[in-house]
């Protein structure tokens, strides 16, 4: 299976649950899936980028990408340069959760990609109230 092709030729339609022929979530799952499999670290770019592209759709919470994401592991420079590209509302959660077990060392650091998605001119509006909760909650506010 060719992960890139496969997250390529995904569209928001696939993700609507108003359309009764709507088989995203499915797609992702068989590529989760595989990525677990072959620990296909390789596509964590391709991953990203896809995030990105369809950032009003729901991917799941957290969905099968990210559960394959985390599974293999090594995704987080990945991470990192998609919240510089574009913070989306799924990007900031996993942000979010790498924040929740980091040391006190690695905190400040993952914090200030927090406080830059929340203004990043890219992020959609949804993607920065993310971002803004999620400082909110880091800070002990929420």
């Known amino acids: 299976m060719n992960v890139s092709k496969v ?3 995904l ?3 696939d ?4 359309e009764s022929d709507a088989t995203g979530i499915e797609a992702l799952s068989a590529l989760g899936d595989e990525i677990r499999a072959r620990e296909l670290g390789s596509c964590f770019n391709d991953v990203f980028l896809f995030m990105e592209r369809l950032d009003d759709c729901d991917l ?3 969905g099968p990408l990210v559960h394959a994401l985390e599974a293999v ?7 990192f340069a998609s919240l510089e590209r574009k913070p989306t509302p799924l990007t900031l959660w996993m942000l979010n959760r790498i924040i ?3 040391s006190e060392t690695e905190k400040p ?3 200030r990609r927090l406080e830059a998605s929340a203004t990043h001119s890219n992020a959609s509006e949804s993607a920065r109230q993310d971002a803004t909760h999620f400082l909110r909650f880091q800070s002990g506010e929420d």
């Open 7 to 9: 997250l390529a030729a």
């Open 15 to 18: 993700f609507d649950p108003r």
């Open 73 to 79: 592991g090594g995704y987080e420079e990945h991470l």
């Open 60 to 62: 799941g919470n957290p």
């Open 100 to 102: 929740n077990v980091a």
């Open 11 to 13: 569209e928001p339609s």
């Open 109 to 111: 650091a993952l914090m």
